[in-house]
């Protein structure tokens, strides 16, 4: 079943974080707050490295005299 409220609407309504609706054919779905944005997102992992010093001239050999001189300049 959807979601149930007895003798006050408004509060159901008010209350952001809770889902709202039926599920499947019986209601609009729970579309909001969090269920709504897990109802229509896609979730994807997302990683980042940020390369600072050696790290980056062992990555990019061929550039190592520019890293070095770029680095210089940014001090």
Do not use: H, I
Not at 3 to 27: A, I, Y
Not at 31 to 36: E, I, L, P, V
Not at 44 to 65: A, H, I, Q, W
Request: hydrophobic share 35%.
């Amino acid at each position: 079943s959807g979601s149930l409220c007895v003798n006050d609407t408004m509060k159901q309504f008010s209350q952001l974080q809770l889902p709202l609706g039926g599920v499947g054919q019986s209601g609009s779905g729970r579309y909001r707050g969090r269920f709504g944005v897990e109802a229509l997102s896609y979730e994807k992992s997302v990683t980042k490295r940020y390369f600072v010093g050696k790290d980056l001239m062992e990555m990019m050999p061929p550039y190592e005299k520019a890293f070095r001189w770029l680095k210089k300049f940014m001090r």
